[in-house]
């Protein structure tokens, strides 16, 4: 049991985790502070958080939980915010989507409380943004990676896995490195590709005819379009060397494909078609999903 | 009501439009024909049709009403097959995801019949094939369209418009044109993307781990890659040109957003993604979809 959890940033992650931590009878006490007064204090008036904070140093001070949850580009500043009033019991952890960004951000911000941080990426989330949406089964057999490096408190990394078992999640450990090349891959590119698909569709003279169409594979496919630009703004950049990666050997598959279909090779362009189904047939959600 | 529904082709769509049609009781008697015999059989065990026929002229012989439900690259046969089972009241219908080159299919199949036929595609689907599937419900609330041409016969163009209205569809008219470049848009282009996405991790050497850590985003934006491989070979090379040209206009988009995060331009990069995320979330389906 924590006597209190400081949280910065009241959104969709923060609140879920704050509501998370309540129902599981984990935290006494939830402070909260975002940039924003106004979605301070909605978290408050939904009893999200108990306690609304003029500062994130304030929403920290006495804290033994911290959690980031801001947008990743914001990390480095909150940390050094927030650097005065972390204690050496504390356990600190963020929610962002990129690891290694976000590490070297608490290595400057937090200096000599950086031992005290547990970079965490929580696989869940909603398309719709902010504490109205917070729910405290957000987290529920989702996957929790969490990307510790040599600084890092083995007590703080065991806390950090209690906490977020606590709250239904499945725990695994690797480095920041594999996290930011394995989310390039599935998780980054294909918001970049879905980003790029609508522009293209929209871009063109009939593309609102176009549009109006498409139907329930479009639907699935072009949903995680819809995310949060600054979010995805601030992801793609942040790991912006994995990401061109991807999006490069991306483009030499889908030309190898275009040269099959320019070609009328059918046999070919089959394998390759069925290569692609049976790998996507046989695919598992290593955690299933919950039913949001 | 018609006496006799020909069904060439006893798979999922096949299928489903006969159980709709006997639904609906808009049809006396179901006669189905597939390639494969076993399947024939399969179908009339199911009471998806009423009698399994021997070939496909035999299935339409006596018929009012007949629908091709093969892949597009077998209509062309089909047509030939069926040739002299027609008359001149004959009702004639297919449900490819391509029209131009079924139509010029049916023109050289069906010769001084092809008048009947009226071009269709159901904008429906399951990611499984197969008449195990066969839904009565496949149709409901889905937009249905039709493309006739200046020889196809009016009163065949309305007496399909009926039957797909009386069976939950909406319908709508255009032309073979016009269909096929908003198809390769929203539908061929979004499939070619995630066999291509799904082919370029699984060919990593740390694809399998990369795919392991997926989640819900990335479940969604690859459902359609698991289509099926003769289904969608066929689609890709019968409207190649549009293919073809939607997935250049994609790459071209998809390299403007790779130089936005290159060169670290957040700016553009978020009105890029805010672009798609406003245009997408916008987005409704036209006819909302079933809970398939």
């Keep these: 049991m924590f006597e209190q959890l400081g949280l910065i940033g009241c959104g969709l992650m923060g609140g879920s985790f704050a509501l998370a931590l309540k129902r599981a009878k984990l935290v006494k006490r939830v402070v909260g502070y975002s940039k924003s007064p106004s979605t301070t204090e909605r978290a408050r008036q939904l009893g999200v958080i108990d306690v609304a904070a003029p500062s994130a140093l304030l929403a920290v001070s006495g804290a033994d939980l911290v959690l980031i949850a801001v947008p990743v580009a914001a990390s480095e500043a909150t940390f050094k915010a927030i650097r005065h009033g972390i204690s050496a019991d504390t356990l600190v952890m963020d929610v962002g989507s990129t690891k290694g960004d ?55 990394v065991q806390r950090a896995t209690q906490i977020w078992t606590a709250v239904g999640g ?94 009328g090779d059918g046999q070919a362009l089959e394998r390759a078609i069925d290569n692609a189904s049976r790998t996507r047939g046989r695919w598992q959600p290593a955690a299933p999903p919950s039913s949001d």
């Design 170 to 263: 499945h725990v695994l450990t690797m480095t920041p490195e594999a996290h930011d090349s394995a989310f390039a891959a599935v998780s980054h590119l294909p918001h970049l590709l879905a980003f790029a698909f609508i522009n293209a569709i929209a871009g063109q003279p009939q593309g609102a005819s176009f549009l109006a169409l498409a139907g329930s594979g479009f639907r699935d496919f072009s949903r995680i379009a819809a995310g949060d630009p600054t979010l995805w703004r601030d992801v793609l950049l942040a790991n912006r060397e994995q990401v061109l990666r991807q999006s490069q050997a991306f483009r030499k598959e889908l030309l190898q494909f275009e040269a099959l279909i320019a070609s």
């Design 102 to 156: 976000v590490i070297e951000a608490a290595r400057r911000g937090l200096q000599d409380q950086f031992s005290s941080f547990v970079p965490a990426h929580p696989i869940a989330g909603k398309e719709v943004a902010g504490i109205e949406h917070a729910d405290a089964g957000l987290f529920t057999r989702r996957q929790i990676v969490l990307t510790p490096v040599k600084a890092t408190l083995r007590s703080n």
